[in-house]
């Protein structure tokens, strides 16, 4: 499976946006970009995916770079109820029904 | 309420003793799939199941079965429980389709073996 990395961790203050790096050099060309949020105590949350384009939905935004080897989540207005484990997931091509989560990035989100 | 419906969400039991955790989707989903989730280690999945009657080993399948005779339910099943199987079990589901599909997650069930 392709593999991503993100920081492990970071912090931003409540209403300001949030950008969330995510970079996944070995991407293959039918892998789509997923992402999903883990709350305390909670199961995985779908937040987003793509394939090449932006995405945009009620939750955040996909930021996906021209040659896919990176892209961004971005919460426009960040929420104490944001505060959550970020997982950057590829999916899809050989790896068909599975979905491989790393370690994620810790948000912490200030008052 | 689309919902992948965990039971139960606590469990204590004793090793050797086999128990049962069960899982059931309303959404019609074909795939379905189990993770375990351990500090340090992330979530990695145990068993999938693309349809009725089809399953398949995950990433860390020993000590465990499931079965798939309808649809909507896949229980997992522990024939032999040990100490190492304690952890933070989520059942998955998500309709079969190209990388784009979604899925959705339980609640979760806290197992601790002693």
């Known amino acids: 499976d392709a593999k991503t990395t993100q920081p492990n961790s970071m912090e931003s203050n409540e209403e300001e946006p949030v950008h969330l790096p995510c970079n996944h050099s070995?991407?293959?060309?039918?892998?789509?970009i997923h992402w999903y949020r883990q709350l305390p105590s909670q199961g995985p949350e779908y937040v987003i995916h793509g394939l090449t384009s932006n995405v945009n939905n009620r939750m955040a935004s996909l930021a996906i770079a021209e040659d896919r080897k990176s892209s961004t989540l971005i919460l426009h207005r960040a929420t104490l109820r944001d505060a959550a484990v970020y997982y950057c997931?590829?999916?899809?091509?050989?790896?068909?029904?599975?979905?491989?989560f790393g370690q994620g990035t810790i948000l912490t989100v200030h008052p | 309420e689309a919902q992948v419906t965990q039971n139960p969400r606590y469990l204590i039991t004793v090793t050797g003793k086999k128990l049962t955790v069960t899982c059931s989707q309303n959404?019609?989903?074909?795939?379905m799939s189990w993770y375990r989730q351990d500090p340090g280690l992330g979530l990695r999945q145990i068993y999938y199941?693309?349809?009725?009657?089809?399953?398949d080993k995950g990433d860390v399948p020993e000590g465990y079965k499931v079965s798939r005779k309808e649809k909507r339910n896949f229980p997992l099943i522990l024939e032999s429980p040990s100490p190492n199987q304690t952890s933070l079990y989520f059942c998955?589901?998500?309709?079969?389709?190209?990388?784009?599909?979604?899925?959705?997650f339980g609640s979760g069930t806290r197992l601790t073996v002693v």
């Open positions: 998955a589901s998500s309709r079969t389709g190209t990388g784009g599909r979604i899925y959705t």
């Open positions: 997931i590829l999916a899809g091509g050989t790896s068909y029904g599975k979905l491989t």
């Open positions: 199941s693309m349809n009725v009657e089809v399953t």
């Open positions: 070995t991407i293959s060309g039918t892998d789509y």
């Open positions: 959404m019609n989903h074909e795939y």
